[in-house]
C-alpha cells in the first residue's frame, strides 16, 4: 500500500431517496465544501443543490458505471495532491448498486482516507417497513435479466436463513415476482417497496404468488423487495443414510470408514449412525 502523499480523502455521501428534507446537514456543507463533486448524475445533482439552496464550490464531474474506470486516475490524483473529494450518487448510498465500490477500493489501495456522511439506503428504509425478519438479512443487488439465470438465482434463495433484500427495474417485476414464485412457492412471504419516501410511496406485502398477481398489471418507480427468509433444507433421514452405509459395505467398504463418511457427510453423530446400523437400522 503506498503511503498517503496529501491529506486528501474520499467522502462518500447518502442522498435523499425522493424527499428532499432526508439531506443532513453534513451532506449539504460537503455539497458547498468539497474540492472535487463526481456525480452519478450532474444534472441531478444541480436539482438537489437548488432543492438545498447550497451552491457548490468544487469542480463536478461525472461518475456513472460507463466512465468509472476512466475517472478513477484522475480523482486518486486529485486526492493524492490533498483535494476533498465527495461522492453522490442519484439516490442513497454509494457502492450499494451504485458506482463508488472501485473508487473506495483505489483509495484504500492507495492509503487515501476514506469516510462516509450517513443518510438515506433503500435497502435498510425497504427492510424496516417490510414486516419481515429484520435481525438478520442480506442484500443481493438486481436479480439476472434472463429467465434461466434467475430462476437458477432465486433456487440459491430457497433455504437462505436470512431476510433478502434486492432491486429491480419496474418493467422486470412481474416476471421477476412469478419466477420467484415458480422456484420457492406462492406462499413464501415477501414485500414490494415502491416509491420509497416519495409522494406515491406504496408497500406491497403478501405471499409471491399474490404480488406476482399485482405486478402484472404494471409498476411504476423504483422498486426494492425484501423476501422473507426461507425454511432450512431437511436433511437426508437416518433410515436413508442407513441404507447408504449398507449398500457401500455390500460394495467391499468396512463398516466403520462407510458409517464415519456418510455421517460425515451429512452432517449426524458417527456413532449414532454406525450404532444404526448395528442394530438393524
Not at 40 to 53: F, G, M, S, V
Amino acid at each position: 500500500m503506498r503511503p498517503v502523499s496529501g491529506s486528501g480523502r474520499l467522502v462518500l455521501a447518502a442522498t435523499p431517496l425522493g424527499d428532499v428534507r432526508d439531506a443532513s446537514p453534513r451532506l449539504v456543507e460537503a455539497l458547498a465544501t468539497a474540492d472535487v463533486v463526481a456525480a452519478e448524475d450532474t444534472r441531478r445533482l444541480r436539482n438537489l443543490a437548488n432543492a438545498l439552496d447550497v451552491a457548490p464550490t468544487g469542480r463536478v464531474v461525472s461518475f456513472y458505471d460507463q466512465v468509472e474506470t476512466t475517472r478513477l486516475p484522475g480523482l486518486v490524483e486529485a486526492l493524492h495532491a490533498g483535494r476533498t473529494v465527495l461522492l453522490v450518487t442519484d439516490a442513497g448510498m454509494p457502492s450499494v448498486s451504485d458506482p463508488g465500490y472501485r473508487l473506495v477500493a483505489a483509495c484504500v489501495a492507495e492509503g487515501i482516507a476514506v469516510t462516509c456522511l450517513p443518510g438515506p439506503s433503500a435497502v435498510t428504509t425497504a427492510l424496516a417497513v417490510s414486516g419481515l425478519p429484520s435481525d438478520r438479512f442480506c442484500f443481493d443487488g438486481f436479480p439476472p435479466r434472463k429467465q434461466g439465470e434467475r430462476q437458477r438465482w432465486f433456487a440459491a434463495l430457497a433455504s437462505e436463513p436470512r431476510t433478502c433484500v434486492f432491486f429491480e427495474s419496474p418493467h422486470r417485476l412481474a416476471a421477476t415476482l412469478a419466477d420467484a414464485a415458480a422456484v420457492l412457492g406462492a406462499d413464501r412471504r415477501a414485500a414490494v417497496c415502491r416509491e420509497l419516501t416519495k409522494t406515491y410511496e406504496e408497500v406491497r406485502r403478501g405471499g409471491l404468488g399474490e404480488l406476482a398477481e399485482w405486478a402484472a398489471g404494471g409498476v411504476k418507480g423504483e422498486v426494492t423487495v425484501v423476501l422473507a427468509p426461507g425454511e432450512p433444507a431437511a436433511g437426508p433421514s437416518m433410515g436413508s443414510l442407513v441404507a447408504e452405509v449398507k449398500q457401500r459395505v455390500a460394495d467391499g467398504e468396512r463398516l466403520k470408514s462407510a458409517a464415519a463418511e456418510v455421517a460425515e457427510a451429512a452432517g449426524v453423530s458417527k456413532k449414532a449412525l454406525y450404532d444404526a446400523v448395528v442394530s438393524g437400522g
